[in-house]
């Protein structure tokens, strides 16, 4: 008797342990549904430039976000909201983004936007500027690989982009704002001061569609 109350009792903690761990599971399923679906809401209104897929528009020179790592467009978001990134007067895009950056009201908000907009899917994108040497270019990338890797993927420790699966329009802009001072010039834009020194070794606009030519063959 004494066998088969034991064999009860521990049948019974197995079910209670079974039961608890099923509510566990559930609550934090619960958890990332409302954290997904709070990502995708706000998002919404980021949709009118960087339209519903994260792919950009060039009509609005709005850049594809999709490629980016969800800490990426975090700190990005923070800089643009603090106007560390896109306060000089000269940067009509990116003083755009500093009413948008508003609305996210806390960095909880920016995680979930982030983590949704690094959910979607990326893909390569058509090339439009013309006469850039990619050849040329992979020898001035060189000075990018440290940061940039040499596929062009990023890195999160350095916080540094991904660069594939992103327009050459784009790309050659942000090149000529980080050489002119703005982009990268606020002393609080630690990573962005970072870009300038590199782009002073672009000598004209020859030279950054040559390593935009490049870059583009790294998403192929």
């Keep these: 008797m004494k066998v088969v109350k034991s064999v009860r009792s521990l049948v019974s903690q197995m079910r209670s342990s079974l039961i608890v761990g099923t509510l566990l599971t559930v609550g934090a399923a619960t958890g990332f549904s409302q954290a997904d679906s709070r990502g995708k809401q706000l998002y919404v209104n980021c949709t009118i ?28 978001l923070k800089k643009f909201k603090a106007g560390i990134r896109g306060g000089h007067p000269d940067d009509i895009t990116g003083l755009r983004m500093l009413p948008m950056a508003q609305t996210m009201v806390t960095e909880e908000d920016m995680q979930a936007v982030a983590a949704y907009v690094a959910s979607l899917p990326s893909s390569s994108k058509e090339p439009t500027i013309e006469g850039g040497d990619a050849t040329k270019g992979q020898a001035a990338y060189a000075v990018c690989i440290a940061c940039h890797q040499p596929n062009g993927i990023g ?45 002073m070794t672009l000598v004209d606009e020859q030279a950054m569609k040559d390593v935009v030519a490049y870059i583009q063959t790294l998403s192929q």
């Design 49 to 76: 430039c960087h339209q519903a897929d994260g792919g950009g528009s060039a009509l609005l020179e709005a850049p594809a976000i999709n490629n980016l790592s969800e800490k990426y467009i975090v700190e990005q």
């Design 155 to 199: 890195n999160d420790l350095l916080n540094s982009p991904s660069l594939i699966h992103q327009y050459d329009w784009y790309q050659l802009a942000q090149l000529k704002k980080f050489k002119s001072g703005i982009r990268g010039a606020d002393p609080r834009d630690i990573t962005g001061a970072q870009m300038r020194p590199m782009t």
